[in-house]
């Protein structure tokens, strides 16, 4: 494994590749997404990048998250925190770069999602420090500024506009929510504002325009991969389905799931739907105990998959009968909420705590040191965005917003704690995904 301070220093460069050698996925895989459309021609340049947000807005001082997020400024100047000349020959100097780069950051700390925002709040906080700290941009420090969309639209939308308007921020991390995300994208992509989603996996994301971008892999590329992996290990032929109608996420992870259990031939013996705050699923979950399925997939956020767990395993359903779903499932907040209801819950990932990508595990001891509990995917992807976001400023040289698109449109094979990182043509995520399981509470990669 990578010393930290050798990590800090090559893995946002994405120049691992010679050092280290690609990671080794943890769980079988699927083929990596394929483009499905060109990238579109690049818009004139906008703006350059604007003065530093409001205090009010923006975040708090660096308290360093690590020892090499300690280093002060100075001493990210010198040649021990400089960009590791010795193991990244082919970097670009950074020396152009001065001042702070402001960069938006809408996360639903408040509201339905809370139990994903402040881990992507944390995750990008601390790539931040490590970045500042290691001298990757030069002279110049990327200076988030957070915003809560609360969970709905209606805060996502305020939020982008304050941060595009009143901070002339060139790019923007999130929001968490794809249901956000379609609402408050297209303002960026009117406005040619690179926007880097970490956790929209929903349909649509990225038809929005050529300013969106995400490093959150797709339910199409994580869902089948799950089925198909979980179908061969267990052995099921007949399920029951549940999703959230009224989200964006959960009926796209539905859509696909639909697809992908077609695709394998195996029956759906009933396929019911909840609401996005529903406490009650005991309607529902009778009724499947009824079918004696030989598992229940789920697509629906950790909340409302929490409760449909304990409720599940209160009504009778076995444990034999395992939990399948997505993304949404891959919060820490699931275990914590569903109890031992929660134990056997499989789930298709993005990123797995124990895998050795480079850095991961530095960052997983970073990440618990500084904030007291582990990292959960949400966190992860938020830190790899704020890296794949100074890669391409490093890269490009320059803060507006077109060269920092143009240069993450070329961002390809670089190593990042979710493994081997590339964009592709339409600006989708590109890496493995894996299977994993909930197991004495804690993720763990599945196995049958």
């Not at 010393?3 to 895989?29: D, E, I, N």
């Not at 789930?347 to 595990?361: C, L, M, R």
Request: proline share 7%; aromatic share 6%.
């Amino acid at each position: 494994m990578l010393k930290r301070r050798q990590f800090l220093r090559v893995a946002a460069l994405g120049l691992l590749a010679t050092a280290c050698g690609p990671s080794t996925p943890a769980a079988p895989t699927a083929a990596p997404a394929k483009p499905t459309e060109a990238a579109k021609p690049a818009a004139p340049a906008s703006p350059a990048a604007a003065p530093a947000a409001s205090p009010a807005t923006a975040a708090s001082p660096a308290a360093a998250a690590s020892p090499a997020a300690a280093a002060s400024p100075a001493a990210a100047a010198s040649p021990a925190a400089s960009p590791a000349a010795s193991t990244a020959p082919a970097a670009k100097p950074a020396a152009n770069l001065t001042g702070e780069i402001p960069i938006g950051a809408v996360w639903s700390l408040t509201g339905g999602a809370a139990v994903y925002g402040p881990q992507q709040k944390n995750g990008s906080e601390l790539a931040m420090n490590e970045i500042n700290a290691s001298g990757l941009l030069g002279a110049a420090k990327i200076k988030l500024i957070f915003e809560d969309d609360r969970s709905v639209k209606e805060g996502a939308i305020p939020a982008f506009e304050k941060l595009i308007n009143q901070d002339k921020v060139p790019a923007i991390l999130g929001p968490t929510l794809s249901s956000s995300a379609l609402a408050s994208d297209p303002i960026a992509q009117d406005k040619k504002v690179v926007v880097m989603a970490t956790s929209n996996t929903a349909n649509g994301i990225l038809e929005i325009g050529d300013y969106i971008f995400r490093d959150s892999l797709p339910e199409s590329v994580v869902v089948p991969n799950t089925v198909k992996v979980t179908s061969e290990a267990l052995k099921y032929k007949k399920v029951a389905v549940m999703y959230g109608e009224d989200d964006a996420f959960t009926k796209s992870g539905y859509d696909v799931f639909k697809q992908a259990l077609a695709d394998l031939k195996i029956e759906t013996a009933t396929t019911e739907t909840f609401k996005k705050g529903d406490t009650d699923f005991s309607a529902q979950l009778t009724k499947i105990k009824t079918l004696n399925p030989e598992a229940i997939v789920l697509s629906a956020l950790a909340e409302e998959a929490a409760g449909i767990m304990v409720q599940g395993r209160q009504l009778g359903i076995p444990a034999s009968v395992r939990f399948i779903g997505g993304n949404g499932l891959n919060s820490a907040q699931l275990a914590k909420l569903a109890g031992p209801a929660a134990e056997g819950a499989i789930s298709g990932a993005a990123w797995f705590i124990g895998a050795e990508t480079p850095g991961n595990q530095a960052f997983v001891k970073a990440y618990t040191d500084k904030y007291g509990s582990p990292p959960d995917q949400f966190a992860a992807q938020a830190y790899a965005g704020v890296y794949l976001l100074a890669s391409a400023i490093r890269d490009a040289g320059k803060t507006d917003s077109q060269s920092i698109r143009d240069a993450l449109a070329k961002l390809k094979d670089v190593d990042t704690i979710l493994g081997k990182f590339s964009v592709a043509a339409n600006r989708e995520a590109v890496h493995t995904p894996i299977v994993q399981e909930v197991k004495d509470g804690k993720f763990a990669v599945f196995k049958a």
